[in-house]
Protein backbone atom coordinates (compact mmCIF):
# COMPACT_ATOMS: atom_id res chain seq x y z
CA UNK A 1 0.00 0.00 0.00
CA UNK A 2 2.89 2.32 0.76
CA UNK A 3 4.18 1.74 -1.78
CA UNK A 4 1.77 2.59 -4.48
CA UNK A 5 1.11 5.56 -2.59
CA UNK A 6 4.36 6.64 -3.67
CA UNK A 7 4.18 5.92 -6.54
CA UNK A 8 1.20 7.82 -7.43
CA UNK A 9 2.59 10.80 -5.33
CA UNK A 10 5.59 11.11 -7.54
CA UNK A 11 3.19 10.78 -10.87
CA UNK A 12 1.46 13.82 -9.52
CA UNK A 13 4.66 15.84 -8.63
CA UNK A 14 5.83 14.48 -12.47
CA UNK A 15 3.10 15.93 -14.64
CA UNK A 16 3.75 20.10 -13.50
CA UNK A 17 7.68 20.02 -14.02
CA UNK A 18 6.87 18.38 -17.96
CA UNK A 19 4.50 21.30 -18.26
CA UNK A 20 6.28 23.67 -17.06
CA UNK A 21 9.49 22.03 -19.39
CA UNK A 22 7.23 22.45 -22.25
CA UNK A 23 6.84 26.09 -21.23
CA UNK A 24 9.77 26.94 -21.45
CA UNK A 25 10.77 25.11 -24.79
CA UNK A 26 7.58 27.20 -26.04
CA UNK A 27 9.03 30.67 -24.53
CA UNK A 28 12.41 29.89 -25.47
CA UNK A 29 10.88 29.16 -29.57
CA UNK A 30 8.79 32.03 -29.60
CA UNK A 31 11.66 34.52 -28.10
CA UNK A 32 13.62 32.95 -31.02
CA UNK A 33 10.93 33.47 -33.84
CA UNK A 34 10.90 37.11 -32.45
CA UNK A 35 14.19 37.42 -32.72
CA UNK A 36 15.09 36.43 -35.74
CA UNK A 37 12.38 37.89 -37.76
CA UNK A 38 13.41 40.95 -36.41
CA UNK A 39 17.27 40.17 -37.28
CA UNK A 40 15.53 39.37 -40.74
CA UNK A 41 14.09 43.24 -40.56
CA UNK A 42 17.31 44.81 -40.00
CA UNK A 43 19.25 42.21 -42.04
CA UNK A 44 17.65 41.49 -44.88
CA UNK A 45 14.50 44.05 -45.54
CA UNK A 46 15.98 47.26 -43.97
CA UNK A 47 19.87 46.48 -45.13
CA UNK A 48 20.25 49.47 -47.11
CA UNK A 49 19.16 51.80 -44.76
CA UNK A 50 20.90 50.93 -41.99
CA UNK A 51 24.31 50.45 -44.53
CA UNK A 52 23.53 54.49 -45.27
CA UNK A 53 23.57 55.14 -41.65
CA UNK A 54 26.81 53.05 -40.69
CA UNK A 55 28.79 54.68 -43.86
CA UNK A 56 27.27 58.17 -42.60
CA UNK A 57 28.33 58.00 -39.25
CA UNK A 58 31.63 56.50 -40.67
CA UNK A 59 32.35 59.01 -43.41
CA UNK A 60 33.41 62.23 -43.73
CA UNK A 61 32.52 64.32 -46.89
CA UNK A 62 33.52 68.36 -46.89
CA UNK A 63 32.85 70.96 -49.96
CA UNK A 64 35.16 73.66 -50.51
CA UNK A 65 34.14 76.92 -52.40
CA UNK A 66 35.83 79.27 -54.25
CA UNK A 67 36.17 82.77 -54.05
CA UNK A 68 34.96 84.38 -57.24
CA UNK A 69 37.32 86.74 -59.30
CA UNK A 70 38.23 89.89 -58.93
CA UNK A 71 37.04 92.76 -61.57
CA UNK A 72 39.13 96.00 -62.30
CA UNK A 73 39.33 98.83 -64.22
CA UNK A 74 41.92 100.97 -65.31
CA UNK A 75 43.04 104.48 -64.56
CA UNK A 76 45.02 106.14 -67.13
CA UNK A 77 45.81 109.09 -65.50
CA UNK A 78 47.27 107.58 -62.05
CA UNK A 79 48.36 104.17 -64.32
CA UNK A 80 46.88 102.17 -61.48
CA UNK A 81 44.11 99.53 -60.90
CA UNK A 82 41.18 99.87 -58.65
CA UNK A 83 38.80 97.12 -57.87
CA UNK A 84 35.32 97.05 -59.88
CA UNK A 85 33.68 93.79 -58.00
CA UNK A 86 35.32 92.08 -55.50
CA UNK A 87 34.26 89.09 -53.28
CA UNK A 88 33.91 90.08 -49.54
CA UNK A 89 33.10 88.25 -46.24
CA UNK A 90 30.05 89.43 -44.22
CA UNK A 91 28.68 87.34 -41.59
CA UNK A 92 24.19 86.77 -40.73
CA UNK A 93 23.77 87.25 -36.96
CA UNK A 94 21.66 84.77 -35.49
CA UNK A 95 20.41 83.30 -31.82
CA UNK A 96 19.65 79.30 -30.46
CA UNK A 97 16.85 80.54 -28.44
CA UNK A 98 17.01 77.23 -26.51
CA UNK A 99 20.04 78.68 -24.77
CA UNK A 100 17.88 82.04 -23.37
CA UNK A 101 16.82 80.79 -20.11
CA UNK A 102 15.01 82.78 -18.57
CA UNK A 103 13.56 86.83 -19.52
CA UNK A 104 16.63 88.66 -18.01
CA UNK A 105 18.82 87.02 -19.98
CA UNK A 106 16.42 88.15 -22.58
CA UNK A 107 16.65 91.39 -21.48
CA UNK A 108 20.40 91.76 -21.15
CA UNK A 109 21.20 90.03 -24.57
CA UNK A 110 18.76 92.43 -26.25
CA UNK A 111 20.49 95.58 -24.56
CA UNK A 112 23.85 94.57 -26.06
CA UNK A 113 22.05 93.86 -29.30
CA UNK A 114 20.51 97.36 -29.38
CA UNK A 115 23.95 98.95 -28.29
CA UNK A 116 25.46 97.82 -31.11
CA UNK A 117 23.17 98.47 -33.93
CA UNK A 118 21.27 101.33 -32.47
CA UNK A 119 18.11 99.34 -32.48
CA UNK A 120 14.59 101.39 -32.45
CA UNK A 121 12.17 100.49 -29.49
CA UNK A 122 10.11 98.48 -31.85
CA UNK A 123 13.30 96.72 -33.41
CA UNK A 124 14.32 95.96 -29.77
CA UNK A 125 10.98 94.48 -29.25
CA UNK A 126 11.19 91.93 -32.41
CA UNK A 127 14.50 90.95 -31.06
CA UNK A 128 13.63 90.01 -28.00
CA UNK A 129 10.62 88.03 -28.91
CA UNK A 130 12.63 86.15 -31.19
CA UNK A 131 15.27 85.28 -27.83
CA UNK A 132 12.08 84.43 -26.20
CA UNK A 133 10.83 81.65 -28.03
CA UNK A 134 13.36 79.18 -26.09
CA UNK A 135 12.71 76.16 -28.75
CA UNK A 136 13.98 77.56 -32.20
CA UNK A 137 17.77 76.18 -32.36
CA UNK A 138 18.07 78.88 -35.42
CA UNK A 139 16.33 82.21 -35.61
CA UNK A 140 17.95 84.81 -37.70
CA UNK A 141 18.48 88.06 -36.43
CA UNK A 142 20.24 90.58 -38.85
CA UNK A 143 21.33 89.56 -42.30
CA UNK A 144 24.79 91.10 -42.86
CA UNK A 145 27.17 92.09 -40.61
CA UNK A 146 30.22 93.51 -41.15
CA UNK A 147 33.58 91.99 -40.08
CA UNK A 148 34.09 94.39 -37.72
CA UNK A 149 31.14 94.52 -35.86
CA UNK A 150 30.93 90.40 -35.91
CA UNK A 151 34.83 90.67 -34.03
CA UNK A 152 32.63 92.97 -31.20
CA UNK A 153 30.04 90.69 -31.28
CA UNK A 154 32.01 87.70 -30.74
CA UNK A 155 34.11 89.46 -27.82
CA UNK A 156 30.98 90.09 -25.99
CA UNK A 157 30.19 86.09 -25.52
CA UNK A 158 26.41 86.81 -26.03
CA UNK A 159 24.47 83.60 -25.11
CA UNK A 160 23.13 82.13 -28.07
CA UNK A 161 24.23 84.67 -30.22
CA UNK A 162 25.55 82.98 -33.51
CA UNK A 163 27.21 84.25 -36.50
CA UNK A 164 27.22 82.29 -40.00
CA UNK A 165 29.93 83.51 -42.18
CA UNK A 166 29.91 83.87 -45.90
CA UNK A 167 30.77 85.96 -48.80
CA UNK A 168 29.14 88.62 -50.59
CA UNK A 169 29.88 90.58 -53.98
CA UNK A 170 30.70 93.73 -53.54
CA UNK A 171 31.06 97.07 -55.67
CA UNK A 172 32.91 100.01 -54.79
CA UNK A 173 32.82 102.33 -57.14
CA UNK A 174 28.77 101.87 -56.99
CA UNK A 175 26.99 102.82 -60.27
CA UNK A 176 30.03 103.96 -61.71
CA UNK A 177 30.09 101.13 -64.41
CA UNK A 178 27.06 99.53 -63.14
CA UNK A 179 25.92 98.33 -66.83
CA UNK A 180 29.42 97.20 -67.61
CA UNK A 181 29.54 95.08 -64.80
CA UNK A 182 26.13 93.94 -63.92
CA UNK A 183 25.65 92.11 -60.47
CA UNK A 184 25.66 88.91 -59.20
CA UNK A 185 21.88 87.22 -58.33
CA UNK A 186 20.32 84.15 -58.26
CA UNK A 187 19.75 81.79 -60.90
CA UNK A 188 16.83 79.16 -61.28
CA UNK A 189 18.29 76.82 -58.68
CA UNK A 190 18.83 79.76 -56.21
CA UNK A 191 22.80 79.33 -56.59
CA UNK A 192 24.73 82.71 -57.22
CA UNK A 193 25.91 83.61 -60.63
CA UNK A 194 26.85 86.44 -62.52
CA UNK A 195 23.70 88.72 -64.56
CA UNK A 196 23.83 90.74 -66.98
CA UNK A 197 27.31 92.67 -68.53
CA UNK A 198 30.97 90.99 -67.36
CA UNK A 199 30.14 89.11 -64.79
CA UNK A 200 26.83 87.20 -66.70
CA UNK A 201 29.67 86.93 -69.69
CA UNK A 202 32.29 85.79 -67.55
CA UNK A 203 30.54 83.73 -65.31
CA UNK A 204 32.36 80.39 -65.50
CA UNK A 205 36.06 82.18 -65.50
CA UNK A 206 34.97 84.52 -62.70
CA UNK A 207 33.27 81.74 -60.27
CA UNK A 208 36.17 79.28 -60.26
CA UNK A 209 34.96 75.44 -59.43
CA UNK A 210 34.42 74.32 -55.89
CA UNK A 211 36.54 71.13 -53.95
CA UNK A 212 35.61 68.39 -51.62
CA UNK A 213 36.79 66.22 -49.11
CA UNK A 214 36.16 62.54 -48.74
CA UNK A 215 37.01 60.33 -46.33
CA UNK A 216 36.55 58.32 -42.95
CA UNK A 217 36.55 60.53 -39.61
CA UNK A 218 36.95 59.02 -36.20
CA UNK A 219 34.24 58.95 -33.40
CA UNK A 220 34.84 62.61 -32.67
CA UNK A 221 34.45 63.66 -36.46
CA UNK A 222 37.82 64.38 -37.58
CA UNK A 223 39.79 63.26 -40.74
CA UNK A 224 41.30 59.81 -39.97
CA UNK A 225 44.48 60.67 -41.97
CA UNK A 226 45.84 56.69 -42.78
CA UNK A 227 42.39 55.71 -43.64
CA UNK A 228 41.47 56.32 -48.03
CA UNK A 229 40.91 59.99 -49.01
CA UNK A 230 40.16 61.81 -51.97
CA UNK A 231 40.97 65.37 -51.67
CA UNK A 232 39.97 67.91 -54.82
CA UNK A 233 40.64 71.37 -53.95
CA UNK A 234 38.44 74.35 -54.72
CA UNK A 235 40.10 76.64 -57.62
CA UNK A 236 39.01 80.34 -57.44
CA UNK A 237 38.09 82.13 -59.61
CA UNK A 238 40.09 84.37 -61.97
CA UNK A 239 40.43 88.72 -61.97
CA UNK A 240 39.72 90.66 -64.97
CA UNK A 241 40.81 94.18 -65.67
CA UNK A 242 38.92 95.83 -68.18
CA UNK A 243 40.03 98.27 -70.77
CA UNK A 244 37.37 101.02 -68.99
CA UNK A 245 39.39 104.18 -68.09
CA UNK A 246 37.97 104.48 -64.41
CA UNK A 247 38.52 108.58 -64.68
CA UNK A 248 37.33 108.64 -68.34
CA UNK A 249 34.04 106.47 -67.47
CA UNK A 250 33.29 108.64 -64.47
CA UNK A 251 33.72 111.99 -66.62
CA UNK A 252 31.60 110.59 -69.12
CA UNK A 253 29.03 109.43 -67.88
CA UNK A 254 28.74 112.72 -65.18
CA UNK A 255 28.34 114.73 -68.68
CA UNK A 256 25.72 112.09 -69.76
CA UNK A 257 24.01 112.50 -66.44
CA UNK A 258 23.61 115.97 -67.28
CA UNK A 259 23.00 116.00 -70.55
CA UNK A 260 19.54 113.46 -69.98
CA UNK A 261 18.33 115.68 -67.30
CA UNK A 262 18.99 118.94 -69.59
CA UNK A 263 17.05 117.76 -71.94
CA UNK A 264 14.68 115.36 -70.46
CA UNK A 265 15.32 112.20 -71.59
CA UNK A 266 13.96 108.70 -70.78
CA UNK A 267 16.91 107.26 -71.05
CA UNK A 268 20.75 107.89 -72.74
CA UNK A 269 23.90 105.70 -73.73
CA UNK A 270 27.31 106.48 -74.85
CA UNK A 271 30.54 104.56 -75.98
CA UNK A 272 34.11 105.96 -75.84
CA UNK A 273 36.47 103.83 -77.90
CA UNK A 274 39.95 104.40 -78.73
CA UNK A 275 39.97 104.55 -82.42
CA UNK A 276 44.10 102.84 -82.65
CA UNK A 277 42.75 99.47 -81.56
CA UNK A 278 38.84 99.61 -81.09
CA UNK A 279 39.06 99.23 -77.03
CA UNK A 280 36.04 100.48 -74.92
CA UNK A 281 37.10 102.89 -72.88
CA UNK A 282 34.06 104.09 -71.24
CA UNK A 283 30.64 103.08 -71.49
CA UNK A 284 27.73 104.31 -70.00
CA UNK A 285 23.77 103.91 -69.98
CA UNK A 286 20.79 106.00 -68.01
CA UNK A 287 19.02 105.71 -65.96
CA UNK A 288 21.34 103.02 -63.93
CA UNK A 289 21.65 101.45 -60.50
CA UNK A 290 23.59 100.60 -57.83
CA UNK A 291 24.79 96.65 -58.21
CA UNK A 292 24.96 96.57 -54.40
CA UNK A 293 21.46 97.23 -54.04
CA UNK A 294 20.17 95.90 -57.39
CA UNK A 295 16.62 94.36 -56.56
CA UNK A 296 15.78 98.45 -55.49
CA UNK A 297 14.99 99.14 -59.40
CA UNK A 298 11.64 100.14 -60.46
CA UNK A 299 11.84 97.97 -63.32
CA UNK A 300 14.43 95.03 -64.18
CA UNK A 301 14.94 96.56 -67.93
CA UNK A 302 16.57 99.26 -65.73
CA UNK A 303 19.57 96.16 -65.74
CA UNK A 304 19.46 96.89 -69.47
CA UNK A 305 22.71 98.20 -71.42
CA UNK A 306 20.54 100.17 -73.59
CA UNK A 307 24.19 101.04 -75.76
CA UNK A 308 24.45 97.10 -76.21
CA UNK A 309 20.83 96.19 -76.08
CA UNK A 310 18.36 98.66 -77.19
CA UNK A 311 18.04 99.57 -80.74
CA UNK A 312 18.15 102.50 -82.52
CA UNK A 313 18.07 105.24 -86.01
CA UNK A 314 22.20 106.12 -85.84
CA UNK A 315 20.95 109.40 -88.19
CA UNK A 316 23.72 111.39 -89.84
CA UNK A 317 26.51 109.79 -87.89
CA UNK A 318 25.97 106.52 -90.72
CA UNK A 319 26.21 108.77 -93.42
CA UNK A 320 29.90 107.93 -93.84
CA UNK A 321 29.27 104.21 -94.72
CA UNK A 322 27.57 104.67 -97.63
CA UNK A 323 30.33 107.41 -98.74
CA UNK A 324 33.25 104.90 -97.79
CA UNK A 325 31.58 102.40 -100.08
CA UNK A 326 31.36 104.70 -103.28
CA UNK A 327 34.70 105.67 -102.45
CA UNK A 328 36.19 102.05 -102.37
CA UNK A 329 34.13 101.35 -105.57
CA UNK A 330 35.59 104.69 -107.51
CA UNK A 331 32.33 105.35 -108.16
CA UNK A 332 32.83 109.05 -107.07
CA UNK A 333 35.84 110.90 -105.29
CA UNK A 334 36.29 113.58 -102.53
CA UNK A 335 36.38 116.07 -105.22
CA UNK A 336 32.80 114.58 -107.37
CA UNK A 337 30.00 117.31 -107.67
CA UNK A 338 26.64 117.06 -106.07
CA UNK A 339 23.74 119.78 -107.38
CA UNK A 340 20.74 120.14 -104.50
CA UNK A 341 18.11 121.53 -104.96
CA UNK A 342 16.72 120.78 -101.21
CA UNK A 343 14.62 117.89 -102.16
CA UNK A 344 14.72 114.25 -103.90
CA UNK A 345 11.35 113.05 -105.09
CA UNK A 346 10.06 109.89 -106.99
CA UNK A 347 11.66 107.42 -104.10
CA UNK A 348 9.43 107.69 -101.30
CA UNK A 349 5.18 108.80 -101.04
CA UNK A 350 7.15 112.10 -99.67
CA UNK A 351 9.93 113.91 -101.58
CA UNK A 352 13.18 113.31 -98.99
CA UNK A 353 14.47 116.56 -97.67
CA UNK A 354 17.36 118.18 -95.70
CA UNK A 355 17.44 119.00 -92.43
CA UNK A 356 16.01 122.15 -91.94
CA UNK A 357 14.48 122.55 -95.28
CA UNK A 358 17.80 123.79 -96.50
CA UNK A 359 19.21 123.72 -100.14
CA UNK A 360 23.06 123.68 -100.65
CA UNK A 361 23.61 124.07 -104.31
CA UNK A 362 26.61 122.35 -105.67
CA UNK A 363 28.67 120.64 -103.31
CA UNK A 364 31.91 118.09 -103.56
CA UNK A 365 31.58 115.37 -101.96
CA UNK A 366 33.85 116.38 -98.53
CA UNK A 367 30.67 119.12 -98.70
CA UNK A 368 28.24 116.69 -98.29
CA UNK A 369 29.66 115.29 -95.37
CA UNK A 370 30.40 118.47 -93.79
CA UNK A 371 26.91 120.18 -94.56
CA UNK A 372 25.65 116.37 -93.63
CA UNK A 373 23.30 116.51 -96.59
CA UNK A 374 20.71 114.13 -96.68
CA UNK A 375 19.56 114.42 -100.52
CA UNK A 376 23.50 114.27 -101.35
CA UNK A 377 23.63 110.68 -99.86
CA UNK A 378 20.87 109.91 -101.60
CA UNK A 379 22.59 110.92 -104.93
CA UNK A 380 26.06 108.14 -103.90
CA UNK A 381 23.39 105.78 -102.74
CA UNK A 382 21.85 105.68 -105.97
CA UNK A 383 25.14 105.76 -107.91
CA UNK A 384 26.70 102.75 -105.46
CA UNK A 385 23.45 100.53 -106.17
CA UNK A 386 21.05 99.07 -103.59
CA UNK A 387 22.87 95.52 -103.75
CA UNK A 388 26.36 96.78 -103.16
CA UNK A 389 25.07 99.55 -100.54
CA UNK A 390 23.58 96.65 -98.49
CA UNK A 391 26.97 94.65 -99.50
CA UNK A 392 29.32 97.52 -97.76
CA UNK A 393 26.30 97.80 -94.98
CA UNK A 394 26.70 94.30 -93.81
CA UNK A 395 30.72 94.15 -94.46
CA UNK A 396 30.97 97.02 -91.76
CA UNK A 397 29.28 94.79 -89.61
CA UNK A 398 25.92 96.47 -89.13
CA UNK A 399 22.62 93.98 -88.29
CA UNK A 400 24.74 91.12 -86.28
CA UNK A 401 26.45 91.17 -82.86
CA UNK A 402 29.88 92.99 -82.15
CA UNK A 403 30.84 90.21 -80.46
CA UNK A 404 31.33 91.97 -77.02
CA UNK A 405 32.61 90.06 -74.22
CA UNK A 406 29.65 91.12 -71.99
CA UNK A 407 26.61 89.83 -71.40
CA UNK A 408 22.94 90.66 -73.25
CA UNK A 409 24.29 92.09 -76.00
CA UNK A 410 21.61 92.11 -78.90
CA UNK A 411 21.93 92.48 -82.75
CA UNK A 412 20.88 95.86 -84.37
CA UNK A 413 18.68 95.22 -87.65
CA UNK A 414 18.81 96.10 -91.31
CA UNK A 415 16.15 94.16 -92.44
CA UNK A 416 14.32 96.97 -94.23
CA UNK A 417 17.23 97.20 -96.94
CA UNK A 418 15.98 93.59 -97.81
CA UNK A 419 12.16 94.44 -97.62
CA UNK A 420 11.92 95.01 -101.80
CA UNK A 421 13.25 92.10 -103.71
CA UNK A 422 14.26 94.42 -106.39
CA UNK A 423 18.08 95.96 -107.35
CA UNK A 424 16.50 99.23 -107.95
CA UNK A 425 17.16 101.94 -105.58
CA UNK A 426 14.27 102.42 -102.58
CA UNK A 427 12.77 104.61 -100.46
CA UNK A 428 14.18 102.31 -97.38
CA UNK A 429 17.51 102.73 -99.02
CA UNK A 430 17.34 106.24 -99.64
CA UNK A 431 16.72 106.77 -96.26
CA UNK A 432 19.18 104.60 -94.68
CA UNK A 433 22.35 106.03 -97.09
CA UNK A 434 21.69 108.94 -94.54
CA UNK A 435 20.85 106.82 -91.16
CA UNK A 436 17.18 106.95 -91.21
CA UNK A 437 14.22 104.18 -92.08
Known sequence: MRIRSSYRADRTHAEPRGERLVFIAGAIIFFAVLVGGRLFTLMVLHHDRYVALAADSQELYEKFFPVRGQIYFQDSRTAEEYPAAISRDVFGLFVDSRQILNDKMADEVTKELTDIFHYDEAKAKVVRDKLNRRTDPYEPLEKRVDEQTAEII?????????????????????????????????????????RYGIEGYWQDTLSGSGGYLSGTKSPGGRLIPLAE??????????????????????????????????????????????????????????????PNTYNDVADIGQYNNTAIFTAYEPGSVFKPVG???????????????????????????????????????????????????????????????????????????????????????????????SKNKGSQLDCYTATASFGQG
Not at 242 to 255: H, P
Open 323 to 417: MAGALNEGIVNSDTVFHDVGSRAGLCSKPIQNALFKSYGDQTMTGVLVHSINTGMVFVAEHLGKRKFQDYVERFGFGVKEGLEIDKEVAGTVESL
Open 229 to 290: SDIQPAKNGANLLLTIDRTLQFRACERLRQAAAEYQAVSASLVVLNPLTGAILAMCSFPDFD
Open 154 to 194: KEKHLPGIGLARYSERYYPEKTLGAHVLGFVGKDQNGNSAG
